[in-house]
């Protein structure tokens, strides 16, 4: 069974940093690229990043860019989310989902991760 | 960066009603799109990708159309699992981007 379990979330000040952290399970990692997707409480879903199976190729939202770092340890089976300079805006449900480059979506999430930033 | 725009926002439909939803592209993104369904306090589900093509496991009243700027998503016979916030969303080029959603209710 396909599992991505992610973890990290929390309360943090604004200007703070969190990691979070995605391990998958079921499936081959290091074949998939991979995304995190976030959601504001009650709005829509908004790409956060994307990271090829390598690691080599990075892209990133706007919104984000400069603040966030994703990464991944294939070796571990998991990927990472390095958020600094936090902003109420970036108050979410983080989901990293695993994403075909081939074709353009996204099969499988997980559950997701709750940020929260405020003072 | 592609806009997707959905529409409606929401409507109200009964069980057995044919509900049409569309999304349209800024620009064009030929069959790049893909829609979801997601349930309150759940993670997105994918229903469609490539525009039409059909996610294993998802049911057959479940149908995609469209290319360029224009798709549809189409549940032929509404039932009442699906109540639920639809969402499209291109992947002709990042960054990525989802529309904005449709909020299916019981009427």
């Known amino acids: 069974e396909v599992q991505l379990v992610e973890s990290g979330g929390g309360l943090v000040e604004p200007g703070g940093s969190l990691r979070l952290s995605c391990e998958v399970s079921g499936f081959t990692f290091s074949s998939h690229e991979i995304n995190w997707v976030r959601q504001a409480p009650g709005k829509g879903l908004e790409w956060v990043s994307y990271i090829s199976t390598s690691g080599y190729t990075i892209h990133y939202a706007d919104s984000v860019k400069g603040r966030f770092t994703v990464s991944r340890d294939n070796a571990k089976n998991s990927l990472y989310l390095q958020m600094n300079s936090l902003r109420a805006e970036d108050t979410a449900v983080y989901y990293c989902?695993?994403?075909?480059?081939?074709?353009?979506?996204?099969?499988?999430w997980g559950q997701g991760t709750l940020v929260t930033v405020s003072s | 960066d592609i806009q997707m725009t959905q529409s409606p926002s929401s409507v109200s439909a009964s069980v057995g009603d044919r509900v049409t939803i569309t999304c349209r592209a800024s620009q064009g993104i030929s069959s790049w799109l893909a829609w979801y369904q997601q349930k309150p306090g759940k993670a997105p589900k994918l229903l469609i990708y490539v525009a039409s093509s059909l996610q294993s496991g998802v049911p057959s009243r479940f149908s995609g159309s469209g290319s360029g700027t224009d798709f549809t998503l189409t549940i032929s016979s509404l039932q009442p699992e699906d109540f639920a916030t639809y969402y499209c969303q291109q992947a002709n080029s990042f960054p990525l981007t989802f529309g904005g959603g449709t909020k299916v209710e019981i009427k």
């Open positions: 989902a695993t994403y075909s480059g081939s074709y353009g979506q996204h099969d499988y």
